[in-house]
Structures are given as C-alpha cells and as structure tokens.
C-alpha cells in the first residue's frame, strides 16, 4: 500500500502550469465486488454441483419443475459466468483501472450503479431462470427486460464510467491491462445487443428476429466471444496487473503483450463458427471459424509464456505464496485450455468431441483452472490491502490451492475420458456397417461412473472455495476500525503531449533523398501509433472497427447469400399448438440434452435418419439445435414413437427405459395449456415471416382442434382422459407432443400438388364420390384423395427407406444443396 | 430494391478478402509493436508496479 498523503497541498503547480490535484482511490466498490465475487463463486459452484447430482440422480428431486437439470443448467453457467467471473473481473478493473490511470473512478455513483445494478440482474436471473422463462440461447438465456437491464448498467453505468476514468487519468500511456478493458467493454456490449434483438412478446417471452442458420450463426458468434471477450480478455487484462503486482517485476515482454492484444482482438472475433461444424452452416463460414481458431493458437501462447516468464527470477516466491501459486495454474490452465481450443475446431476432432463431455470438460478447465484459480489468486492477494490487515491465514490459502487443484483434476479427467468414450461408442460401426452401440441410453450408462467421480471432483473445487470464504471474513474481522484512505498529488494530463518529432527525426535529414522518402522514415518509426494508444476515444473506436469489421465478413455473407440457406417447399410454419409445444420445448431446456442437428455422417444417418438441411429451420425463432446430447437427437424425432410413448416418457421416463437419466415432467401432465395466449405467439410469428393465414383469426379453434386429435390418439392407445382434474386434450404435454411429433417430418411430406394436379384431383374425387353414392356405399374413400402423392410414405418410413451412404436430398425437395462438403 | 441489389452483390470473395484484411492489420500492428524501444517498453511494463504517480509522465 502507497504511504498516505494526509495534507494535500492544492493551489501548487507544475512546471508546465497545470493545477496539482488531490485524489484518492475508491477502495470501497472494490471490497463490494471482491464480497460479491466470493458470494456468487459459492452459489455458482453450489449450483453446477446439484446439476451434476441431478444428472446421475434424475429422481433427486422428482415432480419439482423448478428443480430440473434442463432448467438448473443455465442458472449454474449464468451464476459462473456472469455472477463470479463477471464480479471478478469488476473487482480487478476496478482496483487495477484507478491506480493504472492515476485517477478516482469517474463517479462515484455510477460505480455503485453499476455494483447494484448488477447484483439486482444476478438475482433476477436466479429467479426467472427456475421458472422457465428463458431465450434458450447458451449464456444468453435471460429474457429481453433483463437485457436491457444488462446493457444499460454494462455500458452505461460500467462502460461510461470506465471511458471517463481513462479520459481524466493523470498517466500519459495506458497500460496494456487498460487496452483488453477496452476490448471487453466494447465487444461484449456489440454482442450483447445483436444477439438478443427479439421481438417481444409480453414481459417474460420473446422471439429472436434470426431464424435458423442465421438464428445458430448469431449465437454460437455471441457465445464464442463472449468466452473469448468476457473469460479470456479481461482477465488477461487481470494478469497483466496483478501478477507483475504479486511478483513485484515487471511483465516479462510488453511488446508481447501488446502483440498478444492485437492478436485476439483481431482473430477471436472470427472463431465462432467452429460450434457448428458439420451442422447445416455454410460449409465456407465453418472452415474460415477452423482457420481462424487455429491462428489463435500462436497469440494464446504468446500470452501464456509472457506471463510465466514474468516470474523469471522469481519462482522461488511460488513455493511459499499462494497468490502466485494460484497465478501459475491458472495461466498453466489458460494455455491447456487455449492449446485444446484451437484443437477441437479442427473439423476431423471436432466431429469426434461435439455434443460429448469432452467440450464440457474443455470448458471447465478453462473456467475452473483460469477463470477461478486467476481469481481466487486476486482475491488473495487484495484482501491484506483491501482490509488493510494481515491476510488470516496462509495455510489455509494453501490449503484451498490444493484442494482446487485436485478438485480440478478430479473433475475434468473423467470428463475428458466420458467424451472421449461418448464420441467413440456413438459411431462405432460393425462390420456389417450396423451401429455397435444402437441404444443411445446404453452409452451414457457406461459413463455415468465416471459423472461420479465428477461431483467429487466438483465437492471438492466448493469446499476449497468454502475455506476462502472462511479465510476472507476472518481477514475481514480484523480490519481496523476505520480504513485509511492514502491521498496522493499530482496534476492532469495537460491536453498538449509534447511532440515526438525534434527527439525522433528522420535518419534521412542529410541524405539526398526525396521528402517523400523523409516522411516515410518519420511514419515508420510508428510514434503515430503511440499516439493512437494513448488516446483512449480513438482507441476504443478502432478496437470497436476491428471486431466490427471482422463480425461483418461473416455475418454479412451468412445473411445474404440465397443459397446458404436453400428453402424447402415442403416445409411449412408450425402450427398454433405446435408453437405453444415449441415454447414448452424451450422453457423446459430440452436443448440442454438434446441437440435437433443431425450431421452429415453414417453414425448420424444410421442412428437418428437422414442429416439436417438448412431449409428445414427456417421458421425456428430461436433455434434448437443444442451443442450436447445427454439425450439422443431429436432432429428426426417426429413420428417415430406414439404419442402415448410421449406421455408416458413424460411421466416417468425410467419406466420406459430404466437406464434413463431424464428426469420425469409430471407437470406437464398436470398443467392446462393456456390457449389465450398462442395467438399472440402466432401472430409474432407471422410478423417474423411465418406465412399464416387461417391461423392468424382462428388459432385458438385450432389449436384446441389438434389437442383433441392428439389426445384422442393418446387414448386410443390406452391412455387416460383425463388425470386429476386436467383433461389431456388441456394438458401442457398435449402440445409439446404435437411438437415433439412435428420434428424433422417436413421434408418426407408430399409437396403441395400444382393447380394441373389439384383440378384432376378433384375430377378424380367427384368421380369416386358419384361411384360410391351410385354403386357401393360401403367403399373407403381415402381422407386425402384430393392428394394424389398421399400414397406415399410419410415419416420415419421413408427415414427407414432411404439409402444409409446416400446424402442424395429427398425427392420432394424442391431445391437442394448439400450444406456439406460430403459424409465421414 | 435495395434488398436486391445487396442480395445480388457476390459476397463469394468475403472469406479470402476478410484474410487479407486480416494479414494487413496484423502486419501493421506487428510492426509499429517492434519498431517500440527498450527505454518505451521497460517504462510502460513497470507502470503498475507503483501507485504513485511518476513524473516525468509523458513519453
């Protein structure tokens, strides 16, 4: 802690005229951070332990809705990232960003907006999650009001405050740490904003303005970059500070570090495609993803190394503080994780390694090894200087180092083996070309050994965070009385930087050469350059140029291009029930288990029928297509069971398969559909482009129509009218069965018959009525004679029927282009 | 229209474009990275590791 400065002496001046100001740092905001970072690091890990329970004890909390893993996912991933990490990150910036700059926070207020704002966004989300109200998109689940939340206190409160700060600073240069600010700050607001335009639609339910492809490009673009702009930048920006801070030396290269900036700012924003390798994303968006990760590798290295090397000298500390301790894993873990990154966007891995553990096990190196062993070594190393005290206990800091480490270990090693086994089994094939393991169900019993091995692994990561929590309020008891605030002196910046030319003229000056050749030397010496990083404005608007640049090359392509997206005449608008069944589908996280993608590969064919096309997404605001299968696919789904195997799949999944790990959904079962409300969601569909014509004035007449159809269907298969005091053909499972029965059967309908055909048709059908009425009334007219491709088979039929090798498009598609380059 | 004519302009070129672009900026910054002198680079690195305010500030 810098010496206090008790009598500051205003009215003084430099040599250069400007005034000499008294200014002290705002300690407070980073203690409230550093208190809620350790709150929600305990609710974050408390909460992805239960879902891990749950997911080996799907009957833990049987008949509790609130409680289910589809609905605890996100809350868990939310309160890890946005809760813990997101607290951490302000805590650093905060404390890094006033001393770096030499200034106060520009406001006072806007920090404890910000710091309120926040928690009160937390606490929404911990509230709206459990109850199903959610966008269903990964790591950006919360609905549109708590959007808007989330941009106002980001940029209006955090952002705004931060860019002052660094207007007013008292330091010429802004430090490296300063610039990966930056980057978040921007970047995490333009992805913020263009991945939840919705169409809202009521206070708790929205519909994104992106169907389909486009729907899944904008997301995983968003989802990448959030990891890359709120898990990796900021807290670059934090090693950057903290470590050279705990080592007590300077970072090892900051040429490096400012390579390593440019770097990821100018290639991460390009990388997220590669979540949608194989999926019907244009072949061209995927590879340019791959190329771009893998060119990550070099800058992510850059890093790692620069920060190790920063304890050059020094490693003799790292055996006795925990602080560094927890430093060297973590960026130990930021290059494993970097290194695997790039590894798994490599289309031939990445077809091995998607929808298995092994992502999540990659994703949890990243944020328990990086992402909380950073954080935790920051909290360590603030708490003597925020609590102006000796830190409680080292031992015990030490002692949550190894406990997490091994938690760590613990956690992901089974996991990586878990997917690794998964993506395996799953496309093993005998040598008959049948699938080895058919039953989906079979292979994720075979891995549920090693989920155990898991929830110890994360019991273990909790209790170490359990003894820093002990550690920090034992810290916190002994704080004195009250905290001194050190007051330090200095001026501002004056507005004039004194110019670099007379120190740094051109080495051409006596050489008869052209000017031109004089003021090409002067440009190459780059002090325009320096200039630029020193002016945080122009800055901030070049970062922004450069992630807004990138984002267009793809995104722009994506949107444009007719043929990235090839419709399909036979696929139609979902109808009314079926958009409440859909609505179901996502308040409930199905796509937390179960992806709607089938790639392009025999395993896939064999197992799940025949691969996605792009055009059979395109009326799915927002899209399915999941990035895990806990669950089999459901792409294909449609048709395939009854529906009274649905219901009572609903009701008691181990029943029908006692291996499985679903958790039963008896209050869909026991909940009346809300038919008032499906013609809003019709009609918002239609103004998204659904065309709908009937449905639009009689939505609720139909939607009841098909409720009775699928209920009468239900019970003529044996089951029952009605349970406790809610019919079937009212029950919410109705419609997410007609939704469920809907999926991936579009492309085997028969297409709409041309007018030629419609008028014989319908001379065809006079006829037959005529010879009925005339000679046999007892003669069976088909329902749909007026069709005349009725005959043809529908559904899982023609599934079965089609050549397992061949990715030739169905007959009825009326354009096809395959979205891949071909089959593994 | 104006729907169209965005629609009919060939974005076919975008990856191999966005590349260049890429290749461009990175080589800009790389070399404005390495053309920083030792003294520039040592009194950058060692600001965070004092809270007082150093005077001479500027560069």
Redesign the interface.
């Known amino acids: ?2 010496i206090a400065e008790t009598s500051p002496d205003h009215g003084l001046s430099t040599s250069n005229g400007s005034q000499i100001e008294s200014f002290s ?1 705002d300690d407070d905001i980073v203690r409230k951070f550093a208190t809620a970072t350790l709150i929600w690091g305990v609710v974050g890990t408390l909460a992805g332990l239960l879902v891990a329970i749950i997911l080996i004890l799907p009957k833990l909390f049987d008949a509790v809705p609130y409680l289910t893993f589809g609905r605890l996912r996100p809350l868990h991933t939310n309160a890890a990232i946005f809760a813990f990490a997101g607290n951490g990150i302000f805590c650093a910036v905060y404390y ?1 960003t006033q ?2 700059c ?1 200034a106060r926070m520009w406001s006072d207020v806007l920090s404890r907006l910000h710091f309120w704002g926040w928690q009160l966004i937390i606490v929404a989300a911990a509230i709206t999650l459990p109850l199903g109200i959610t966008q269903s998109k990964e790591y950006a689940e919360l609905e549109w009001p708590i959007d808007l939340a989330i941009a106002v206190v980001w940029l209006g409160f955090f952002g705004v405050n931060f860019m002052m700060t660094l207007i007013n600073r ?4 802004m ?3 300063l610039w990966f600010y930056i980057a978040t700050i921007v970047t995490v607001t333009v992805l913020h904003v263009f991945n939840n335009l919705v169409v809202p639609l009521g206070w708790g339910k929205s519909y994104p303005i992106y169907a389909g492809v486009q729907d899944a490009f904008m997301q995983w673009w968003y989802g990448h970059n959030a990891v890359a702009f709120f898990l990796t930048t900021p807290f670059l920006g934090l090693m ?2 903290f470590l ?2 705990a080592a ?4 090892f ?3 490096l570090s ?2 390593h900036f ?2 990821l700012v ?2 991460y924003i ?1 990388a997220g495609p590669h979540h949608l390798h194989y999926t019907a994303l244009p072949e ?1 968006a995927s ?2 993803g791959m ?2 990760s893998l060119m990550l590798w070099m800058p992510s290295w850059g890093g790692m190394i620069n920060g190790l090397l920063t304890l050059r000298g020094a490693w003799h500390k790292v055996t006795t503080d925990p602080v560094l301790k927890f430093f060297v894993v973590g960026i130990t873990f930021y290059g494993m994780a970097t290194f695997e990154g790039p590894m798994l966007s490599i289309k031939a891995i990445n077809g091995l390694s998607h929808y298995t553990d092994w992502t999540i096990a990659h994703v949890h190196s990243g944020a328990l090894g990086w992402n909380g062993m950073m954080t935790f070594g920051m909290i360590y190393w603030l708490m003597p200087r925020i609590f102006q005290t000796k830190l409680w206990s080292q031992k015990l800091a030490s002692l949550h180092f190894w406990i997490g480490t091994i938690g760590i270990l613990l956690y992901i090693v089974p996991i990586y083996a878990a997917g690794l086994y998964q993506g395996m089994a799953w496309r093993a094939m005998d040598d008959l070309g049948n699938l080895k393991n058919p039953e989906f169900v079979e292979i994720i019993s075979y891995v549920i050994p090693m989920w155990w091995v898991r929830v110890l692994g994360g019991l273990l990561y909790v209790f170490g965070v359990g003894l820093m929590a002990v550690n920090y309020i034992m810290t916190w008891k002994t704080r004195p009385a009250t905290y001194e605030v050190p007051v ?3 001026a501002r ?1 004056t507005n004039t ?2 110019a ?1 030319s007379p120190a740094n003229p051109s080495g051409l000056d006596a050489a008869p050469v052209l000017n031109a050749a004089k003021s090409l030397d002067v440009w ?3 002090d325009w ?2 200039r630029w990083e ?1 002016l945080p404005i122009r800055f901030t608007v070049l970062t922004t140029l ?1 992630v807004v ?2 984002s267009l ?2 995104i ?2 994506t949107f ?3 043929s990235n997206v090839p419709t399909i005449a036979t696929v139609k608008p979902y109808t009314p029930l079926e958009l409440a069944g859909r609505d179901i589908y996502i308040s409930e996280g199905c796509y937390n288990c179960h992806s709607q993608m089938v790639r392009p590969m025999v395993a896939e064919t064999k197992r799940y029928g025949e691969y996605s096309k792009p055009g059979e997404f395109i009326y799915d605001r927002p899209f399915q297509w999941g990035s895990r299968r806990i669950g089999p696919d459901l792409a294909r789904e449609g048709k395939k069971q009854s529906s009274l195997w649905h219901w009572q799949h609903f009701e008691n999944p181990q029943l029908l398969n006692e291996a499985s790990v679903m958790p039963a959904y008896v209050h869909l079962l026991d909940t009346k559909i809300d038919f008032k409300k499906i013609p809003d969601r019709v009609r918002a569909a239609h103004m998204l482009g659904a065309p709908y014509d009937r449905e639009l004035t009689e939505a609720v007449e139909m939607a009841m129509k098909q409720a009775e159809e699928v209920a009468a269907d239900i019970v003529s298969q044996g089951g029952p009218i009605q349970r406790g005091d809610v019919m079937t053909l009212d029950s919410k499972a109705v419609a997410l069965i007609a939704y469920i029965q809907r999926l991936g059967t579009d492309i085997f309908a028969p297409p709409d018959p041309t007018p030629e055909e419609s008028e014989a048709a319908e001379e065809e059908s006079e006829a037959a009525e005529e010879s009925v009425a005339t000679f046999d009334v007892s003669t069976k007219v088909p329902n749909d004679s007026a069709n005349p491709a009725a005959d043809e088979p529908r559904g899982d039929d023609v599934t079965m029927q089609l050549p397992e090798e061949s990715n030739g498009a169905p007959t009825t598609l009326a354009q096809t282009e395959p979205s891949q380059g071909g089959t593994e | 229209m104006l729907k169209d004519v ?2 009919a ?1 060939d ?2 070129d ?2 191999e ?3 260049l ?2 290749v461009f ?2 080589g800009l ?8 002198s030792r003294q ?15 005077d001479p ?3």
Request: hydrophobic share 50%; proline share 5%; net charge positive.
């Open positions: 802690m810098a740092y890094s001393r770096l030499k008292r330091e010429r240069h430090y490296v740490a950057y500070y050279p801070k007590n030396r300077p970072v290269s900051y040429k400012i390579i440019w770097s100018f290639i390009w061209w590879s340019l190329l771009f330090y002196q200095a910046l930087v004194p670099e190459a010496k780059m350059h320096r020193r450069a640049i990138a090359f793809e722009v392509p444009l291009i007719r | 965005i629609r302009i974005y076919s975008c990856a474009a966005a590349l672009l890429f900026a990175f910054m790389l070399f404005a990275t390495l053309r920083l520039s680079t040592d009194k950058f690195a060692s600001i965070p590791l004092s809270d007082r305010v150093e500030r500027d560069e």
